[in-house]
């Protein structure tokens, strides 16, 4: 069973300043999506970035970028240049590729980051 | 991207009573997956729910406490049954992209039992 770790429940940063979210997981597959999601207390899921396992380059969207190192089955996110709207809960998400669609689509979630963003 | 409607965003609900909870995408979507969120902590699937077949429960969810009914290709409704306060949650509606590389979510429903 794939298991997801995110070993800082809270973090904080300075506003304009940067900081990296921690997620390990653990699989046997070779094929996978992994996922960074956003809640704040609107509740809504938001996906921030998705990183493909069998893409070497790390992901990037705007002021958000991955550290994807497949071999530590690691995948941390930076946040750039941080905005008081980023605060909210970081949610970490696996999800292996399914050919002939067979088997589950669960998405496999961490416990989550909850990021402060000081003023 | 997939736009979801989840109602109602919230209630308060008295023990031993039922509350459905409806889920409507705009586009056709094959399936559709219900996620439990308890206080504090992460998401876990229910069932995932295709449409013309039964729901697909996951380990620790059963038909009868979470009966998923999914009429047509656009919604689904999920039933949290005979509530006690241990499914105090928030209850998310969630569809994969047409690409099937991402999922997206509804709003949420904040159900509190008392």
């Known amino acids: 069973a794939q298991t997801v770790t995110q070993s800082q429940p809270e973090m904080s940063v300075q506003e304009a300043e940067t900081v990296t979210l921690s997620c390990t997981y653990d699989?046997?597959?070779?094929?996978?999506?992994l996922f960074w999601y956003k809640q704040p207390p609107s509740r809504q899921m938001i996906l921030v970035i998705r990183q493909e396992a069998y893409k070497q380059q790390n992901a990037t969207e705007n002021r958000f970028s991955v550290n994807f190192q497949k071999a530590a089955k690691s995948f941390s996110l930076k946040i750039s240049d941080s905005q008081l709207g980023d605060a909210a809960m970081y949610f970490c998400a696996y999800r292996r590729v399914l050919y002939s669609g067979a088997g589950s689509y669960q998405l496999t979630f961490g416990k989550g980051t909850k990021l402060s963003v000081i003023p | 991207s997939a736009v979801i409607s989840q109602k109602p965003s919230r209630d308060i609900c008295q023990r031993g009573t039922s509350l459905t909870i409806q889920c409507q995408v705009d586009s056709q979507v094959t399936m559709m997956f219900w996620y439990r969120q308890q206080p504090g902590q992460s998401l876990t699937l229910i069932a995932t729910?295709?449409?013309?077949?039964?729901?697909?429960?996951e380990s620790g969810f059963v038909i009868d406490k979470f009966p998923i009914s999914r009429p047509n290709l656009t919604f689904s409704t999920l039933t949290v049954s005979n509530m006690s306060p241990e499914d105090s949650s928030i209850y998310l509606c969630s569809v994969e992209g047409l690409l099937g590389t991402e999922a997206f979510f509804g709003q949420g429903t904040r159900l509190t039992v008392v």
């Open positions: 699989t046997s597959e070779s094929d996978y999506y």
């Open positions: 729910a295709n449409q013309g077949s039964e729901a697909t429960y």
